[in-house]
């Protein structure tokens, strides 16, 4: 009986690799754990298209939401196969699935490819009376908690730059939580709060149409938009690099355990796709930066971040499993 | 004004160029057939069937194209779902309960074909009206929205639970609030909206997401609704008189000042961001109630009723696109829908937005408010014989319907017991003449009051006048204190004797 199964489990790992060798021969479905039209799915719609010219069959993309921090859509491509054709359209906000109880995996279980990412920016309403960066966090440090700042919810990565920054300069805030990065832009267009966290992306339109007046990027490189140049935080603070960049990561993923196969037709595609003109007009046009990380330079990547936000939540007293438990190492 | 030629002038060329693309009819058709059938399915909502097709038009055709198909859907969803509003006081929609305060009655007179005449018609025109804003006074009203934060949302969603407790009551008003209370408190369940701790959920994951708006609305409406008809066991159907549908234009025009008022009405609370069409309904009903001289008949199977709800919620659609065209901000959730349609296909709404893209948005708006209107005159003489099927036979198939609307939203059976739970309590509720609407709005407007009403306290340091200081929100606070008041026996009496012969 034994023997059986050993045979069995060889037989199908002979089947496997045989056919991991002529991987793809079938169509691809791109499960996008967030909605339809939000940044992660107009990514994953973009490159996959970039991707089908570099692949001889087509990639369906599909939009599988809910859960905890898109653990729904995680957990429905885990349960599939791990031969490559169902894939997984993430985000950096997905790292937080498992403290905050959607499923119990760590974030490498996944073998990520990164497409890119916005920086965020610290901006203020057209009408503020703060020009720079340094005008509002000496206000800040005038009255420590008055200045109120919006970010969307409690330990996402706009909420996570808001934390750096005031660490890094010293300046304390009061932080005000929304239910994503609109809402809390439209609360700084009606001065219900004095500053916004969001992405430069989320902000362009809005930069462009002079509702918004950006003070300043939270990455060390500056960022220019139309004629504006916008200066980077860190030049202002010296502390700011021990906290900072933390930065978006959109992009899509495969079981870590697909074979190196199916990994390397993968990453031989996405490389020609995000090499591409298509991808290098459409970054420029929505104020994203290409990544192109795959493999373990993008795992890498996001083992930091897991371990940022996993911990950052563990402080702010909102995560429900411990990371210890996880594994997941503090920062 | 030279602004208002140069729009009205685009506005030409674009409906110029829309129509006379034949490509556009297949699709026009067929989103708005698929957009009323979405509508009149109870359960089966606006955004949900915006959200489908965003999902499979994807960025794989023309943006061109995938918006007719979008906004026509959307626009054939709100008029939809005042079907089963006015033929079997199910509202189809959120946005068409209002709908059925005066459509069921009509109906129940025999005057049905009349209802659905008069509300194509007023759905029509108060589509046109919302497109017209949304064309030329699209700064203004945008100047009005930007300004609202959290405490006017606040008090606007207070004021909607507390306006359709008012109009809903048959006896006691306070029956209506004790029921608009019961919804708003229902809306406290789950993770609260400011610092994710749960609420009232017991340790049951389930409860966290909190009550989903469709289960309720199937529970409180279509429940009772099955569980009385079958009780009366009428077993033969209706006899019908369809009579004239489409409607005079001497009739629409002696109605046209309710319609115009409805539009307007709509369109403002539709640009509001985060309040659509559901509200919109209500607010304008209740306006209607205080100002039309026949006010005292709303609720009974009037005309005027009817006219100030359906006009109004299709108003809505033009204001809800004016935040999210012109700030990215969508004004309602199936906008929230078509937002994410634009950035799939690289559009970037907000105040970069290429004008021409308004323009056209606009074409397709009249456009599909004309396939709507033709399309819902010629088939309301199918629909009305509905009635005529025998109820025996007709109501367990309505009530599979709600079953599957219910089980859509996700939730899984869970959302089922709770649309059953809430069934028994509103067929209860209603045995002791508590009105079941404003329940179901407090469930619907519960979690932006929630939200809004703690985060202004949150950025007053918990200083109420917050809710006085700012204009917007005193305005506001004096309507919602004058509604509690009107309603005072003290201040009744004072006013009738103020003025013989009531209101």
């Known amino acids: ?21 002529d991987y793809p021969f079938r169509d691809i479905t791109t499960a996008v754990v967030w909605g339809a039209g939000g940044g992660t799915d107009t990514i994953n719609r973009m490159i996959m298209a970039e ?21 729904n859509g995680m957990v429905y491509v885990m349960n599939q196969p791990d031969d490559g054709y169902t894939l997984v359209g993430l985000s950096e906000s997905n790292v937080t699935a498992a403290v905050q109880g959607g499923w119990d995996k760590k974030f490498d279980f996944w073998y990520p490819f990164i497409v890119g990412g916005s920086p965020d920016l610290i901006s203020v309403g057209k009408d503020s009376p703060y020009n720079t960066i340094e005008e509002l966090v000496e206000a800040a440090k005038a009255e420590p908690g008055s200045i109120p700042a919006a970010a969307s919810g409690a330990g996402s990565i706009h909420h996570l730059n808001l934390l750096a920054i005031e660490q890094g300069s010293g300046a304390t805030f009061k932080f005000v939580p929304y239910k994503g990065s609109a809402p809390g832009q439209e609360a700084a267009l009606a001065g219900e709060v004095a500053l916004v966290v969001t992405s430069l992306a989320e902000q362009a339109p809005l930069i462009l149409g002079g509702e918004l007046k950006p003070l300043a990027t939270l990455t060390p490189e500056s960022a220019k938009i139309g004629d504006m140049e916008i200066p980077s935080a860190f030049d202002s603070f010296d502390g700011l690099d021990k906290y900072l960049p933390l930065k978006q990561a959109i992009g899509f993923a495969v079981h870590a ?36 990380q795959y493999g373990d330079e993008a795992t890498a990547l996001f083992s930091k971040l897991e371990s940022t936000f996993a911990w950052t939540l563990h402080e702010l007293g909102a995560a429900k499993v411990d990371p210890a438990t996880l594994g997941i190492e503090k920062p | 004004m030279e602004f208002f030629f140069a729009q009205v002038s685009g506005f030409w060329d674009a409906l110029v160029h829309l129509a ?16 009323i059938i979405f509508g009149a399915l109870p359960g089966l909502t606006a955004t949900l069937a915006v959200t489908i097709l965003t999902g499979f038009f994807g960025n794989k055709f023309p943006l061109e194209q995938s918006l007719i198909a979008l906004i026509g859907a959307y626009v054939g ?14 509202p189809g929609t959120a946005a068409s309960a209002a709908t059925a305060m005066d459509g069921h009655p009509l109906a129940k007179k025999g005057r049905g074909g009349e209802a659905l005449g008069m509300t194509t018609t007023s759905s029509f025109i108060g589509t046109l009206i919302g497109t017209s804003f949304l064309l030329v006074f699209v700064w203004l009203l945008l100047m009005i929205s930007k300004n609202i934060a959290s405490p006017e949302k606040a008090l606007l969603a207070l004021f909607g639970i507390l306006l359709s407790g008012t109009l809903m009551s048959k006896d006691l008003v306070l029956k209506g609030w004790i029921s608009g209370l019961i919804g708003l408190a229902m809306a406290m369940v789950g993770l609260d909206p400011i610092l994710s701790e749960t609420r009232y959920t017991f340790g049951w994951s389930y409860l966290m997401s909190g009550f989903q708006v469709v289960p309720v609305l199937m529970g409180a409406f279509a429940v009772p609704q099955i569980m009385d008809g079958m009780r009366a066991a009428g077993s033969v159907g209706q006899a019908v008189d369809v009579g004239k549908i489409v409607p005079r234009v001497g009739t629409v025009m002696k109605r046209f000042p309710t319609i115009a008022r409805s539009g307007v009405i709509g369109t403002g609370v539709g640009a509001l961001p985060g309040v659509g069409e559901d509200v919109a309904g ?9 100002v039309c001289k026949d006010g005292d008949q709303f609720g009974k199977g009037s005309i005027n009723g009817l006219l100030s709800a359906e006009a109004a919620n299709n108003a809505a659609i033009g204001g809800a696109l004016i935040p999210l065209l012109v700030l990215g901000i969508p004004g309602s959730p199936p906008a929230a829908a078509l937002l994410g349609a634009l950035k799939i296909n690289n559009v970037i709404p907000g105040p970069t937005i290429d004008p021409q893209l308004i323009l056209h948005v606009v074409a ?10 033709i399309m819902g005159l010629l088939t309301a003489r199918v629909f009305i014989n509905v009635l005529r099927i025998p109820q025996t036979i007709f109501l367990p198939v309505v009530m599979v319907l709600t079953t599957i609307g219910s089980f859509s939203v996700g939730g899984g059976i869970n959302d089922l017991y709770l649309m059953l739970c809430v069934g028994f309590v509103a067929y209860a509720m209603g045995k002791m003449h508590y009105p079941i609407a404003p329940l179901v709005i407090g469930v619907i407007l519960g979690p932006l009051f929630d939200e809004t009403f703690r985060r202004s306290l949150y950025l007053s340091d918990g200083d109420l006048s917050t809710f006085w200081t700012r204009p917007g929100a005193a305005i506001l606070l004096a309507l919602n204190v004058a509604l509690v008041l009107s309603q005072m026996p003290v201040v009744k009496r004072t006013f009738r004797r103020l003025k013989p012969g009531g209101i």
Not at chain 1, 273 to 289: F, H, K, Q, S
Not at chain 2, 20 to 35: E, H, K
Not at chain 2, 282 to 290: D, F, I, L, N, T
């Open chain 2, 282 to 290: 209500w607010v304008s009903y209740g306006v209607g109630k205080a």
């Open chain 2, 20 to 35: 006379s693309d034949p490509i556009t009819y297949p699709y026009l058709i067929a989103s708005v057939f698929l957009g």
């Open chain 1, 257 to 292: 355990s697909a074979s190196d196969d199916v990994k390397a037709a993968l990453g031989a595609a996405f490389e020609k796709a995000i090499a591409g003109e298509t991808v290098a007009t459409w970054a420029a046009e929505n104020y994203y930066d290409v990544g192109g």
């Open chain 1, 1 to 21: 009986m034994k023997l059986a199964l050993t045979g069995l489990v060889a037989a199908i790992a002979m089947t496997g690799s045989a056919y991991a060798q």
């Open chain 2, 364 to 373: 397709i708006l009249v456009m599909a408010a004309a396939t709507m209107a």
């Open chain 2, 77 to 90: 969803a709100i008029y939809g779902g005042s079907y089963p509003s006015i033929l079997l006081n199910i």
């Open chain 1, 51 to 71: 991707m089908e010219k570099e692949l001889p069959v087509s990639i369906n993309v599909i939009n599988q939401t809910g859960g905890v921090a898109g653990s």
